[in-house]
Each structure stands twice: as structure tokens, then as C-alpha cells.
């Protein structure tokens, strides 16, 4: 079970405009899908007789605010326990239509990697159970890991200037 | 056995005679309370583990009095706070000084704890003296276990020297309606 025939079993699957940018990077396959197609990929991947992805290892929000259409991501680590392969999916999404369909049916460990994407990016995920802040205190009003903020905060009181030597 | 320093204590101020020592209550409740504190470690990052340290064989802080950890704030007199407090935790670290009885101290051990030390970030306490009133502070990154001996030391000064009821005095009262506690 190599990596070109992962990626031809999906673009047989689902076409070319659902499943693109495939690039191996280290040995490691990465796709690209939409939205409407993660669900049924996810689904279809964990159904398949051979690869048998069932393995969620990771769920993790990325933000490129130099891409608008493609701004916020969410990538998914699966990995096939029984062919010891691993897959990466990336799901981009901008920023008015932010929302993400949730993994929680298939996979309850994303219900907290979801929560923190959503913590950190602001990306929502749709039909999560609690979708919340999970590792930030609960009154925040910003996502912290959204690239849009300066490096040094001017309002903050947190260090004196005259501490620092400015 | 000649040369070895023998360090004795000095009795506090007092009338002696033939079996009986008389002296203040304040020197004696001081002695008593400083020389039996039991910390309450407050331990959440690498600063925890220097604690252990300290609390192992080598260090020994129980040489001080402090041999029996109390994980209970009720029955803790000095609050060791040891490690990144994020904000978060923050209204935790409150609850818990707020469940210790009268006398109590807190020690504020590490960077972390002092300042937020290096993580001037979102999520991290600049300080628990933000939320609580510290009384010694033990810079540090983690600091070794003799400079928490130190600040333990300084705890210990603190208690023999205090008045026996300070939770009425004014002063203490303003501190604390600082920190809007009662």
C-alpha cells in the first residue's frame, strides 16, 4: 500500500476538484480536500477494506493570513494501525465562511482537539457537542493564535518599560 | 571533634531561675509558630520538582519544621507557590489562600510565580501577587533548594517576629481589601 495509490484510490473516489494538492513530503502523503468532502472522506477511510485509516493522531488549526481564500486550516493526522501508514488531510476554510463539519461522530478524541481549534483560531465546528474554549479562560474574547496580533502588545501592563531598559 | 562549629540558639528575653523560664507570650507563640510550619506546596512546574529536592533527604526541609506536607488548606501555614500559574488557575490559587486559617504566609517560589517569569504571554499570571499577598519572594529559574531553604528561612523570621494577632490590625485588613478578599 503505497502513497500514489492512496492518492489515486481518493481522486478515483471523490475527483479532482475535491481532493487536491497531493504533495509527499518525507515520505508522508498530504491532501487537500473541501469542507462538504471531509466527513465522507473520513468515513469512507476508516470503511476501506484495505487501507483501514482509524487512527486519529492529531487535529490542529493553522492560520495564513497572507492566503485569504485558503486563511484558516484545519489538518487532520490519521494513521492505519494495521499497514503502519500515515495520512494527512488539510481542510482550508476563510474567514466569513469559517465553520468546519465536526469529526466527533467518527472519532470522540476529536472533541477536544476540536475545542481547542476552536479555542486558538476561532474555527467552529458544526453539530460539536460543546463547542467552547477548552484551554483558555472563558471570558476571552480573542483566539490567540491567530497571526493578526502584534509581537509586543502596547496597551499591556504586564512589564515596565523601565524594567526592560526602553 | 574539636574544630566542629557547634551553632547554639540564643533563648529569647526572659526571667530565669530554677526550673522555670518566664518571658513574653508574643516570643514563645513566635518560636512556636516559626519553628513548625507546614507548608502547603502549591507545586505546577519545575520549581515542584526543586521543592521535592528540598524535601528529600539531602535538603531536608523538615529540619525547619515543615515535616509534614499538608495538602489541605485548612491545616497549612504557609503557602508554597511553586511554578507557572496561569490565568486559569488563578481563581484557584485564590480559593485555596482563601481556605487558610489565620497565621499563614506565602512563599513565591520561581519566576513563574514572582513575575510570570519569561512567559509574558496570554495565558500566564504576571505574578501571583496579582491575586494574592505574598510574603517572601524566592527569585529563581528554578531556584536551587538552599535559596528556597532561604526564602523559608526569611518565612521563619517573618513568624517569630510577627504579633500574635495580626489578622486585626489594620494594616493587614488593608491588604487584604486590596486583593478584595473579605
Known amino acids: 500500500m503505497t502513497n500514489e495509490q492512496i492518492a489515486q484510490d481518493l481522486v478515483a473516489q471523490f475527483g479532482e476538484e475535491r481532493i487536491y494538492g497531493i504533495v509527499e513530503n518525507y515520505g508522508l502523503l498530504n491532501v487537500t480536500t473541501t469542507t462538504e468532502t471531509i466527513i465522507p472522506l473520513m468515513h469512507y477511510l476508516y470503511q476501506h477494506p484495505t487501507f483501514k485509516f482509524q487512527f486519529l493522531t492529531d487535529l490542529a488549526g493553522i492560520h495564513f493570513p497572507q492566503v485569504p481564500s485558503h486563511e484558516f486550516g484545519v489538518i487532520y493526522h490519521l494513521h492505519s494501525l494495521e499497514k503502519n501508514v500515515r495520512l494527512i488531510i488539510k481542510l482550508y476554510v476563510n474567514r466569513e465562511n469559517i465553520a468546519v463539519p465536526t469529526l466527533t461522530g467518527l472519532y470522540a478524541c476529536a472533541n477536544w482537539m476540536e475545542r481547542e481549534a476552536f479555542d486558538f483560531y476561532g474555527i467552529t465546528f458544526s453539530g460539536h457537542p460543546k463547542m467552547e474554549r477548552i484551554l483558555n479562560v472563558d471570558d476571552m474574547d480573542y483566539h490567540p493564535m491567530r497571526k493578526e496580533y502584534p509581537l509586543e502588545d502596547a496597551t499591556r501592563e504586564d512589564k515596565i518599560d523601565a524594567l526592560f531598559g526602553r | ?182
Open chain 2, 1 to 182: 571533634m574539636s574544630d566542629r562549629i557547634i551553632k547554639t540558639v540564643d533563648a529569647p528575653a526572659g526571667l530565669e531561675g530554677q526550673g522555670f523560664f518566664a518571658g513574653k507570650l508574643d516570643d514563645f507563640v513566635g518560636l512556636a509558630r516559626a519553628n513548625s510550619l507546614w507548608p502547603l506546596p502549591f507545586a505546577t512546574s519545575c520549581c515542584g520538582i526543586e521543592f521535592m529536592a528540598t524535601a528529600g533527604a539531602h535538603y531536608d526541609i523538615s529540619r525547619f519544621g515543615s515535616e509534614r506536607m499538608s495538602f489541605s488548606a485548612r491545616q497549612a501555614d504557609v503557602l508554597m507557590v511553586m511554578g507557572t500559574i496561569a490565568k486559569k488557575m488563578a481563581p484557584v490559587l485564590k480559593q485555596v489562600y482563601l481556605q487558610m486559617a489565620e497565621p499563614r504566609w506565602v512563599i513565591s517560589v520561581g519566576a513563574c510565580a514572582c513575575s510570570g517569569g519569561i512567559f509574558d504571554t496570554y495565558s500566564v499570571l504576571q505574578g501571583i501577587d496579582r491575586v494574592i499577598p505574598v510574603d517572601v519572594y524566592v527569585p529563581g529559574c528554578p531556584p536551587r533548594p538552599e535559596q528556597i531553604i532561604d526564602g523559608f528561612m526569611q518565612i521563619q523570621e517573618i513568624a517569630k517576629s510577627e504579633q500574635r494577632r495580626r489578622r486585626e490590625s489594620d494594616e493587614y485588613k488593608a491588604l487584604l481589601a486590596s486583593y478584595g478578599i473579605e
